[in-house]
């Protein structure tokens, strides 16, 4: 089975990638982009039967810093 | 006196806080991080700087969670002494033994220079060497120093004295200016800047030895 992890900075957690990324945007005649987040996808090749219970686990342990980030997984 | 300097695939400052504490006394020795265990007996451990596992997933968080980070935290529950800098820093962070994280820096530039910090707590022995409110010159060399933290551990950092280190001039984004900070028990410090590479004659820069000596002179007293 797979899963997909998402991580984000979480919400009031200043992005300066993303902000780049929107001046960027700007800068190539992109005009309306109010704002940009950049965050990472995590692809899990699991075991048949992995519980998202084990997901979220290794997500608290590893995959995410939840003092500055929010996870979401996608079974 | 004993340290350990811890080492990990990437570690590049681990030679430099090696000599540092050599220099100030210290037995020294030189720990992989496949180890589960520190030597009997050692008083210090340095999380040196570096890009430990190439700063994959982020900055620190393969360290954290290799086999010696368990032993570290033991040490550091029995109130042993930590010293951290740059990549030690990130990795105590990520290990919880200090609060906050550390995020790309606000100008998204990997930043190498000499900048001036502001010593803004005493009471500890790696900064007991210095005067309070003291300016001292050290280098910084990181992409990601910018400190974060909720507000409450921001207020427990400024109400408790914990923030060691604020940078006159903040490079990097850094709340509140902090540079580096210390647990509440004080033995533990961790910081962005490289005292390290400010401790001898042949730096052209001695601001960082006093941290050093200040360790050595507390062991020698206790």
């Avoid at chain 2, 954290?64 to 029995?78: F, M």
């Avoid at chain 2, 990549?87 to 820096?105: D, S, V, Y």
């Amino acid at each position: 089975m797979k899963a997909k992890v998402v991580v984000m900075l979480k919400d009031g957690v200043l992005d300066p990638q993303g902000e780049a990324v929107r001046h960027a945007l700007g800068a190539l005649g992109f005009s309306g982009v109010e704002g940009v987040r950049q965050g990472k996808l995590i692809e899990l090749d699991l075991a048949d039967g992995t519980t998202e219970t084990e997901i979220r686990d290794m997500c608290e342990k590893l995959l995410a810093n939840t003092v500055i980030e929010s996870y979401r997984i996608e079974v | 006196m004993k340290a350990a300097i811890l080492v990990f695939p990437g570690s590049n400052c681990d030679r430099d806080l090696a000599v540092a504490f050599r220099n100030a006394g210290f037995d020294v020795q030189m720990v992989w991080h496949k180890e589960t265990g520190l030597p009997d007996g050692v008083d210090v451990v340095g999380v040196p700087g570096g890009f430990s596992y190439g700063d994959y997933l982020r900055c620190g968080a393969i360290a954290a969670r290799s086999p010696i980070a368990g032993a570290l935290k033991s040490h550091a529950d029995r109130g042993g002494y930590v010293f951290a800098p740059c990549n030690g820093f990130q990795i105590l962070t990520e290990c919880g033994l200090l609060p906050g994280a550390l995020i790309r820096n606000a100008g998204l530039k990997y930043i190498c220079r000499t900048i001036a910090l502001r010593v803004e707590e005493t009471q500890s022995v790696f900064t007991g060497g210095y005067d309070l409110h003291q300016t001292i010159r050290i280098p910084i060399a990181h992409h990601d120093g910018n400190y974060v933290a909720d507000d409450e551990a921001l207020a427990r950092l400024r109400g408790d004295n914990l923030v060691a280190f604020r940078y006159v001039n903040t490079p990097n984004g850094a709340m509140d200016d902090i540079a580096g900070i210390l647990s509440p028990n004080r033995r533990v410090l961790g910081m962005m800047p490289h005292p390290e590479r400010a401790a001898e004659a042949a730096h052209g820069n001695t601001d960082g030895t006093a941290l050093f000596t200040g360790v050595a002179r507390a062991l020698v007293s206790a």
